[in-house]
């Protein structure tokens, strides 16, 4: 990710093609940054919020925050993410990196670089398999988990300066992968041109992030944060690639994957896109990616999903019932916050990152217990704030299911489980 020392402000041009400010079309309040869990003696403290809005780029179609953040705000020593904790993103990380290997004929004397590289649950499949790795991590905890586990990594943001410095060490990267990290850059054009940068001649650039039209498709109102910057579209994304020199080769499409993920790849050139990226880009065109109109119609469909989670909510605290939530993700602090629950309608949140137990929730206040409680004192409702893993979290909650409890899934519309 990429650093930027601006204060915190409205957003006065886009971000990425410097166009007009984006217009709004989703205003979610005043809320705590998603990811700054709170500590048990800090609870009497008054947190500071901010406004949480997103805009549409009319000239080159980027979604984005109407008001920022700089990214030290927000990526600090007590980051608390760390990806090894799901094993399906485990998983699917393993795969790609399979593919890669194989794909682009990659050995011992390649270097394959990743961009916000978190504890190295990504980058120990090629160290694995003998190849040379660079992970690029600002945050202190994941950067120090991943040098446990063999992976070389850089604890600083990603930009153009710091590929003109490794460059100047003689690095140059085969291939550069960007998992879920472009929405969380503050200064797009730094980071991109960074790829330009460190990229070989005949290199590949892998950048994966949920895009927008599963966004709007499926109501996924909570995955807007402080911590992300910016939604994206094919798009806008290639509007940012060329503006740096960079083309456009394909789109891969994982439904499943934090409700609706993209894979773009790239390489240096400025020749057409590929056949499987034009098909996207008309299929995002046809959609309304590009009107604004199609992101105005969204709001409403955020303030029903709301109310139907509330009188939910509500009227099994009427009957008695009692309601924990799995899953401490930011995600989960947006969905709280903005609906207004708090502990008067849900006791607690549980987590297998044993970094995040102990702390609770911002805002809502909930304290983030060990999912051995499910078992211990089962709650007769278990509300999945990262339902992105559903199904993994379900499997793993079998047993609990077993004795009676039962799942809300509040995402695409509120249902019970």
């Keep these: 990710m990429s650093s930027d ?3 915190s402000g409205p957003v006065a041009a886009c971000r990425s093609c410097s166009g007009p400010a984006p217009r709004p079309f989703l205003s979610l309040g005043s809320t705590p940054v998603a990811n700054r869990l709170l500590r048990a003696d800090r609870l009497e403290e ?36 760390f990806s090894s904790f799901s094993d399906m993103l485990v998983r699917h990380a393993e795969k790609h990196a399979v593919e890669l290997i194989e794909s682009r004929g990659l050995g011992p004397d390649s270097l394959v670089v990743e961009v916000a590289s978190n504890d190295g649950y990504l980058l120990k499949a090629f160290v694995e398999r003998g190849i040379p790795v660079l992970g690029i991590e600002p945050t202190p905890g994941p950067a120090a988990a991943a040098r446990e586990v063999g992976v070389p990594t850089r604890e600083e943001f990603f930009g153009a300066d710091l590929a003109r410095s490794l460059v100047a060490e003689g690095l140059r990267a085969d ?7 472009m929405a969380h850059v503050p200064d797009l ?23 927008v039209g599963a966004l709007l498709e499926h109501t996924e109102f909570d995955t807007i944060y402080h911590e992300h910057f910016c939604y994206f579209s094919t798009i806008a994304v290639q509007a940012l690639l060329g503006r740096h020199g960079l083309r456009l080769e394909d789109v891969e499409q994982f439904p499943e994957l934090h409700g609706g993920t993209l894979r773009w790849r790239a ?58 939530a799995y899953g401490a993700a930011a995600k989960g602090a947006t969905l709280l916050n903005s609906s207004g629950i708090t ?8 987590d297998r990152n044993t970094h995040k137990q ?3 929730v911002p805002g809502a206040r909930l304290e983030i217990r060990d999912p051995a409680v499910l078992l211990t004192e089962p709650p007769d409702y278990l509300l999945i704030l990262a339902w992105n893993v559903k199904n993994e979290i379900m499997a793993q909650q079998a047993e609990y299911q077993k004795r009676g409890g039962r799942f809300i899934v509040p995402v695409p519309r509120p249902v019970i489980l």
């Design 5 to 7: 020392s601006s204060s």
């Design 46 to 81: 008054t947190e500071a919020s901010f406004p949480l809005e997103v805009g549409f780029c009319e000239t080159c179609a980027l979604a984005q925050l109407t008001y920022v953040l700089p990214a030290e705000a927000i990526f600090d020593a007590d980051y608390p993410y």
């Design 175 to 181: 291939v550069i992968i960007a998992n879920n990290v």
């Design 189 to 211: 054009n730094s980071f991109v041109e960074g790829f330009s940068i460190l990229l070989a001649d005949d290199g590949l650039i892998t950048v994966e992030n949920p895009g």
């Design 267 to 324: 390489s240096k050139g400025d020749a057409p896109a590929g056949p499987g990226a034009l098909a996207v880009l008309d299929a995002e065109r046809a959609a309304g990616l590009d009107r604004f109109e199609t992101y105005a119609s969204f709001g409403d469909d955020v303030t029903e999903l709301r109310e139907q989670l509330l009188a939910l909510l509500r009227s099994l605290k009427a009957e008695g019932k009692t309601v924990a």
């Design 343 to 350: 502990t008067d309608l849900v006791d607690y949140v549980v």
């Design 358 to 360: 102990g702390r609770y």
